[in-house]
C-alpha cells in the first residue's frame, strides 16, 4: 500500500505563490507516474500536471508558464510550485500515484491507484 500526505495548502491573494508537497509512504520503489489533480466546488476532478520518473512533465494548458511539478525521489516527495495564483485555481489540490510509469491517458484521474487526503488552495482578489 502506498501513503499520500498533501500539505502546504492555504488562503492567498492573486499574484501570489503556494507550494504544495505531497509526501508517499508504504511502498515507494519502482517508477511510476505522479500527479496532481484539483477539484473545484460543483466541477469535476481536473488534471493539473504529471511528472514522470525520468523527470518529465506535462501541464493543463491553464497553469503552464506558473505551475511547476518536481519530485525528489530520495523523499519521496512531490511537489507543485504555484506562481502569479489566479482566482480560478481555488480548489481542493489532490495528488496521486499511477502504478506504472505510463504515459497513456496520464491526465485521467482513473488511471491513478492512490490519492491523497487533498488541501485547500483559496485565491482571494
Known amino acids: 500500500q502506498v501513503q499520500l500526505v498533501e500539505s502546504g495548502g492555504g488562503l492567498v491573494q492573486a499574484g501570489e505563490s503556494l507550494r504544495l508537497s505531497c509526501a508517499a509512504s508504504?511502498?515507494?520503489?519502482?517508477?511510476?507516474?505522479m500527479g496532481w489533480f484539483r477539484q473545484a466546488p460543483g466541477k469535476e476532478r481536473e488534471f493539473v500536471a504529471a511528472?514522470?520518473?525520468?523527470?518529465?512533465?506535462s501541464y493543463v494548458d491553464s497553469v503552464k508558464g506558473r505551475f511547476t511539478i518536481s519530485r525528489d525521489n530520495a523523499k519521496n516527495t512531490v511537489y507543485l510550485q504555484m506562481n502569479s495564483l489566479e482566482l480560478e485555481d481555488t480548489a481542493v489540490y489532490y495528488c496521486?500515484?499511477?502504478?506504472?510509469?505510463?504515459?497513456?491517458?496520464?491526465?485521467?484521474?482513473?488511471?491513478?491507484?492512490?490519492w491523497g487526503q487533498g488541501t485547500q488552495v483559496t485565491v482571494s482578489s
Open positions: 511528472i514522470w520518473s525520468g523527470g518529465r512533465t
Open positions: 496521486a500515484r499511477r502504478n506504472s510509469n505510463s504515459m497513456w491517458a496520464y491526465q485521467d484521474p482513473a488511471q491513478y491507484a492512490y
Open positions: 508504504g511502498r515507494t520503489d519502482g517508477v511510476y507516474t
